[in-house]
Each structure stands twice: as structure tokens, then as C-alpha cells.
């Protein structure tokens, strides 16, 4: 059974550089099928598509973050990361990693359980 | 890309069905035919219930259908059950290999 499991630091100051790690178990993230995202939600808040990477290293961000934001993947440990820079209090939001086909469809159909990333001082 | 247009809550009684609409523009919900349906629960991550607009992954009761017309999609719950009390999220390709969310809906069941 595929399990993403998200990992990060928990506190970040404002301007510093949020990283975050989703570890993929129980599958390849070499997988030709499939693209690997980030999702967040701000404590009692919606959803934000953040972007998507391929196993070969191509990504996609949203249009909001995409200066802010690099989505990196290391496929020795069937990882992939996030690094936001510039991080203000509206960056406060559980940090979630999913996984969805190599194609138009957002069909997230496996989700890790989030990180929880709060930024202050 | 702005975030794609939900009712901020809608509610039901227990056995009836409810519609949560999901607006968007041609760019994104009207311009193809990938529209997807998550239902999350207080405290847990967002599990999928509908894509590509009206499929449903196995698993899924019969009772969660998609359709779109235009710009908008929407997401119908029949035979509304306590346990369908919780938020949805609709999410849409919105061309470029991006996709936008929707600003969720909570159903109430009365």
C-alpha cells in the first residue's frame, strides 16, 4: 500500500526559508504514471494547490507562489521536497504531499497526513 | 487563478440530497473535463470522491455523482447520511499543468 509521510521543522521565522520533505513508501516516485504535489491549508482555512514535480524533475507551481517556491525530488531516497522562501504568518498551514497521474486529471488519490508548519517569531 | 467558487456551507436532511456547485471560468472548470471532488473530515487529510468530473474511485459509495455544465461542476450527495457531515473541496485543471481548489463547502446534515 502507497503512504506518503510529510516531515518538517514545525517553526520557521518570518523571511526564512520553509523546507518540507514527503517520504514515499510502498512505491516508486520513479513511477512514469504519476506526479508528486504539495497541498497546504492554513488552520481552519481551504485548500492551496502549491505545485507538482515528475520523478525526472520537471515542476509546476502555482501562479501565486511560483517566485517563492521550488519543489525538488531526490529519487536515491524515493523522497521529494518543498522550499518556500520568504516566509511570512500567512504561510502558517498544515503542509500536505499527494499523488496524482502523469496527466490533466488532479486525481490526488493518495495523501500523506501533513506537517504542520507555523511561522514566527 | 483565483480559487474556484463554493457555497460556503449547504445542508440536507438525513436521506434527502444535496448539490454543492463549483464555479469557475472556461479557463479552468469549462475548459476540460477534469474536475475532482475531496471530502475531509475534521483533523484528517482530504480524501478523493469523484474525478474527471463524474468518476468515482472504487471504494466510493454510489451515492457521491459529478456532473458540470458551462463553468460550473457540481458534486450530489443522495440519501443523505450523518457521517457525510463534513467539508468538500472541488479542484480543477486550469491549463499549463496547473490546477486551482475550489474554497470548500460544509454540509450540514440536519
Known amino acids: 500500500q502507497l503512504q506518503l509521510q510529510e516531515s518538517g521543522p514545525g517553526l520557521v521565522k518570518p523571511s526564512e526559508t520553509l523546507s518540507v520533505t514527503c517520504t514515499v513508501s510502498g512505491g516508486s516516485i520513479r513511477s512514469s504514471s504519476y506526479y508528486w504535489g504539495w497541498i497546504r491549508q492554513p488552520p481552519g482555512k481551504g485548500l492551496e494547490w502549491i505545485g507538482s514535480?515528475?520523478?525526472?524533475?520537471?515542476?509546476y507551481y502555482s501562479p501565486s507562489l511560483k517566485s517563492r517556491v521550488t519543489i525538488s525530488v531526490d529519487t536515491s531516497k524515493n523522497q521529494f521536497a518543498l522550499k518556500l522562501t520568504s516566509v511570512i504568518a500567512a504561510d502558517t498551514a498544515l503542509y500536505y504531499c499527494?499523488?496524482?497521474?502523469?496527466?490533466?486529471?488532479?486525481?490526488?488519490?493518495?495523501w500523506g497526513r501533513g506537517t504542520l508548519v507555523t511561522v514566527s517569531s | 487563478q483565483s480559487a474556484l467558487t463554493q457555497p460556503r456551507s449547504v445542508s440536507g436532511s438525513l436521506g434527502q440530497s444535496v448539490t454543492i456547485s463549483c464555479t469557475g471560468t472556461?479557463?479552468?472548470?469549462?475548459?476540460?473535463?477534469?474536475v475532482s471532488w475531496y471530502q475531509q473530515h475534521p483533523g484528517k487529510a482530504p480524501q478523493l470522491i469523484i474525478y474527471?468530473?463524474?468518476e468515482r474511485p472504487s471504494g466510493v459509495p454510489d451515492r457521491f455523482s459529478g456532473s458540470k455544465s458551462g463553468n460550473t461542476a457540481s458534486l450530489t450527495i443522495s440519501g443523505l447520511q450523518a457521517e457525510d457531515e463534513t467539508d468538500y473541496y472541488c479542484f480543477s485543471y486550469a491549463d499549463s499543468y496547473t490546477w486551482v481548489f475550489g474554497g470548500g463547502t460544509k454540509l450540514t446534515v440536519l
Open positions: 472556461s479557463s479552468d472548470v469549462g475548459g476540460f473535463k477534469y
Open positions: 474527471d468530473v463524474s
Open positions: 499527494a499523488r496524482h497521474p502523469n496527466s490533466a486529471s488532479g486525481r490526488l488519490d493518495y
Open positions: 514535480i515528475y520523478y525526472s524533475g520537471i515542476a
